[in-house]
């Protein structure tokens, strides 16, 4: 885990107490944005969680693209269009928002997965790649701005440029 939060030293506490404090479970402080992927391609997989609202199933976390760019299978909990595209490129893992036991014991069993963790994160990094690349967005924002302006105006532009 990285950065703070109100719930650190109640995690920190039951973490030391079932004895997988700084061995199977880290705590770290918070980091720059720019180191993110990099802590997260030292994981086996990668989590973003929310309380179970509905209207958090539209959640957008930047945790999710990052682990997508580190080549990390990532668990959520929630439904919505990151769960749809979990399940669909099977990159990650879709808990159950209110069964915590069914979620550790989906996790306990990926974790035990080797293959399927390599497999999952490499599925993870293609769709990255393939739908989220900076410059493939940029493009598609430009084909709709240009879509707006109608072809005339681009006519125009280019014939400026």
Sequence with gaps: MVGQGREEQMIRDLARELG???RTLFIRPPVPKN??????????????????VPALHKNCANKFFDSLAAGRPIAINHEGWLADLIREHDCGLVL???????????MAQALRNRDWLRQAGRRAYQLGRKQFDALRCV???EAVL???????????????A
């Design 146 to 160: 240009y879509a707006a302006i109608g072809d005339q105006e681009i006519e125009q532009h280019r014939a400026a």
């Design 20 to 22: 997988v404090l700084d």
């Design 35 to 52: 180191e993110v992927p990099r802590l997260f391609s030292a994981a086996d997989i990668t989590m973003s969680t929310v309380i179970d």
């Design 139 to 141: 493009d598609e924002v």
């Design 96 to 106: 159950p928002a209110r069964d915590i036991r069914q979620a550790g014991q989906m």
